[in-house]
């Protein structure tokens, strides 16, 4: 089993950056990948970003690519969803999550993750 715990947010103004953590422990990182999603009050959950942890393959929603980046550092287990240029759209509390295989073809599913971090709010002001 994986332990998240996403640390990180807070508030910034609209064109503002703001680099979210994931710290991840448990057993081996190696088979997993690991995927941002974000959920804003009264909305459901939604897909930001995955990444495959062995491959450092990418897959990101619409709505953020091309100004959010995520990546992974493996001497810390940590992934990382930077973002730039960031919108009120995008407040919403920010959580990373870890499921078992490396494509990307289900990555965009919430329900395919089966481990959770507690979230982290990212509030964006106009």
């Known amino acids: 089993q994986v332990q998240l715990v996403e640390t990180g947010g807070g508030l910034v103004q609209a064109g503002g950056s703001l680099r979210l953590s994931c710290a991840a422990s448990?057993?081996?990182?190696?088979?997993?990948?690991m995927g941002w999603f974000r959920q804003a009050p009264g909305k459901e959950r939604e897909f930001v970003g995955a990444i495959v942890w062995s491959s450092g393959l990418t897959v990101y929603s619409d709505s953020v690519k091309g100004r959010f980046t995520i990546s992974r550092e493996s001497a810390k287990n940590t992934v990382y969803l930077q973002m730039a240029n960031l919108k009120p759209e995008d407040t919403a509390v920010y959580y990373c999550?870890?499921?078992?295989?490396?494509?990307?073809?289900?990555?965009?599913?919430?329900?395919?993750?089966?481990?959770w971090g507690q979230g982290t709010q990212v509030t964006v002001s106009s």
């Open positions: 999550a870890a499921r078992s295989g490396t494509s990307t073809s289900d990555a965009t599913t919430s329900g395919e993750y089966n481990t």
């Open positions: 448990g057993r081996t990182r190696w088979y997993y990948t």
